[in-house]
């Protein structure tokens, strides 16, 4: 099978890797650098954090394709991953290495081919997965914010992710065809997303832009709001109101003083730097969240409200890995 990185992609080998037609597993910084629907896409190793069958798939494999895999703290949930490297093959964008030994240099494009000569090509088998949905009436969680969200996706879409709680939110999600997918997951720079999903915008305006951003990384960068507004962006902005830095709280203590943020009242920031067209919609509950969502499109700004302490399944996996691993 294959666990994905990022390195591929950005050499255009994307197809290469799909046409070997094997199982697809990808990495944090690897999600969105392929047509999940085109593969048979297993979903997003990350170690121990990893979703029920997923690590198993991966570290249980006879014959592991580590295409464009960088093997950090990220990619690994603090190194805390046991990968099979005496049946690992590892392609990386000038070298490659098999069970350990080290060849190069070597070009990622001819390593693919010689792999292809060797498994060669094979159809892949599509598996749905149907995600139980919550009630409507139900209170907003991270878990069902995430699977609402992905389920609004539509092919073509691009879909601008900040670091922290949206991040590891949507990760567990398969994304549909024709979806570009951009994060700053190697980073880690908070605020990177606004101004990213305004250059999205401007560049592809006849592509919708969803933009989730949590209320800690909007702080960063909402000036640029104003902007959006000007150039009449097709942006849904999913803005998580946590009351500050959730992930951080994850990893670092609850209670800690410098994961607190000043409260801003957004509806009124909205109107200050977007003028009175553009509306702030507030969800606390699943079924305001989809109704929102289904809104339609241009600018508009959707304030989910989640608790402090609340976080995605998956970044609760991984926070428990990283501890694991430090002790």
């Known amino acids: 099978m294959i666990l994905l990185g990022h390195e591929l992609a950005r050499l255009g080998l994307t197809d290469e890797v799909q046409r070997l037609g094997l199982p697809v597993a990808v990495t944090a910084i690897g999600k969105g650098q392929l047509d999940e629907q085109a593969v048979d896409w297993i979903g997003t190793y990350l170690g121990p954090a990893s979703g029920p069958g997923i690590r198993e798939a991966v570290e249980e494999s006879d014959c592991l394709l580590a295409l464009g895999v960088v093997f950090s703290d990220t990619e690994t949930a603090g190194f805390s991953a046991v990968l099979p490297e005496s049946a690992m093959i590892v392609v990386r964008p000038e070298n490659a290495t098999v069970a350990g030994k080290p060849f190069g240099p070597v070009a990622a494009a001819d390593a693919l081919r010689a792999l292809a000569q060797l498994f060669g090509t094979r159809t892949h088998s599509t598996t749905v997965t149907t995600r139980e949905r919550a009630a409507d009436t139900d209170k907003l969680t991270q878990d069902p914010l995430w699977t609402e969200v992905a ?32 994060a700053g997951t190697l980073w880690g720079s908070i605020g990177y997303s606004l101004p990213a999903a305004l250059g999205a915008a401007v560049a592809a305006p006849d592509r919708r832009v969803l933009l989730l951003i949590g209320d800690g990384s909007l702080q960063l960068t909402a000036q640029e709001l104003s902007t959006m507004a000007r150039q009449h962006a097709n942006i849904t902005v999913v803005l998580v109101n946590n009351a500050g830095y959730t992930i951080e709280r994850a990893i670092n203590g609850p209670a800690a003083v410098y994961n607190d943020i000043a409260h801003w009242d957004h509806t009124a920031l909205v109107r200050a730097l977007c003028g009175p067209n553009v509306q702030v919609r507030p969800a606390r509950t699943v079924g305001e969240l989809r109704t929102a969502l289904a809104a339609g499109n241009g600018l508009r700004v959707i304030e989910a409200y989640t608790d402090p302490l609340d976080v995605p399944s998956l970044l609760g996996r991984f926070v428990a890995a990283v501890g694991a691993a430090q002790h």
């Not at 389920?151 to 691009?158: H, K, L, S, Y």
């Open 151 to 182: 389920a609004a996706i539509q092919p073509g879409d691009v879909v601008v992710v900040d670091q922290g709680t949206p991040s590891f939110g949507m990760l567990d999600h398969r994304l549909p065809s024709g979806v570009s997918y951009l």
